[in-house]
C-alpha cells in the first residue's frame, strides 16, 4: 500500500523476509507455537482472522516498525525462524523407520484440502481427509505431493437469514491475500500448460502452498489467455452442472499429471482421493 506523507523508516527486508517466509508456510495452522508472534503484530487483527499472511499484509508500517524495533519480538522471530527450518530438515518417523525404503514420493490428488479457513478450497469431509493426511505427512516425513484446484470463489458460505432459509454466498478469493505463490520456472516465468479440450485449449495456471515439509500444488484457468467461460472452470468448488465438474476433473487429472512432469516429478505412487482425477490414470 502507499503510504502518503509517513516518515516512519522500513523494516530490514531481512526482517521482513523472515516474516514473511513464516507467515506462508501453513505448518501455522497446526502447530501454534507463532500465535503469539502475530498477536503481538496486530491484536486485534489476530483475534479477528487469525490469519499470518493477512497481519502481515495489513498491519501499518509504524506497528511493524515498533514491533521491529522490540528485541523480545525480534529474539522470538529469531526462534521461531529456526524452529521452522529445523523442522524441515530433521529426520522423522518416515526416515527413521525407512531409511533405505523405496518410496520417495507419493502424489496426493483430491479435488479439496481442508488446511485453514485463510485458504477456503473445501467444503467438507473430503477435504478435511486430505488436509489432515498433508499435515500428518509433514509432521511423520512421509515424501507427500499434493496436487488440487485453487477456486475463484470455492465453496459456497451458508448463511441463515431472518426467515431461517439458507442464503449461499460466494465470497472472492483473492490469490493476493492466500498463503500461494505462483509457480515459477528457472528462466523466471510462471508455469502454465496447455490442455486441450474438444474444439478449443485452455491455459492453466499454476500456485504452490507450503504445508510444512509437504508443497501443495494447485491449478486454475483464471488466466487472461482464456475466454470468460473457460477462466470459470475452476470457479466454483462442486458447482455448475456435469459439464462443468467433468472439465474441472481433467484440469485436476490431466493437468494435475502434466504439472508433475513439468516439474521433473516423477512420482512412485498416484494416490487418487476419490475419483475426481481419474483422468491422471489416462
Known sequence: PTTLG???????????AALTELAMDLRWSWNHSMDELWRRLD????????????????????????????????????????????????????????PQGPLNCVAYFCMEFMLSEALPIYSGGLGNVAGD??????????????????????????????????????????????????????NGEWLRLEIALPGYSVWVRTWQVQVGRIKLYLLDTNDAANIPAHRGITSELYGGGQELRLKQEIVLGIGGWRLLAALGIRPDVCHLNEGHAGFALL
Open 133 to 186: 493426511q498433508l499435515k500428518a505427512a509433514s509432521d511423520l516425513g512421509v515424501p507427500v505431493i499434493g496436487i488440487g484446484l485453487l477456486y475463484q470463489h470455492g465453496y459456497f458460505r451458508q448463511v441463515i437469514d431472518r426467515n431461517g432459509a439458507q442464503q449461499a454466498l460466494y465470497p472472492h478469493n483473492d490469490p493476493g491475500q492466500l498463503p500461494v505463490t505462483p509457480v515459477v520456472q528457472p
Open 43 to 98: 491484536p486485534a487483527l489476530w483475534a479477528l482472522t487469525n490469519h499470518p499472511s493477512v497481519v502481515l499484509q495489513t498491519v501499518t508500517r509504524e506497528r511493524l516498525a515498533t514491533a521491529l524495533a522490540d528485541p523480545d519480538f525480534c529474539q522470538l522471530l529469531e526462534r521461531m525462524l529456526e524452529a521452522k527450518r529445523q523442522a524441515e530438515v530433521a529426520p522423522r518417523w518416515f526416515q527413521e523407520r525407512y
Open 6 to 16: 509517513s516518515a516512519t523508516p522500513p523494516a530490514p527486508p531481512q526482517q521482513i
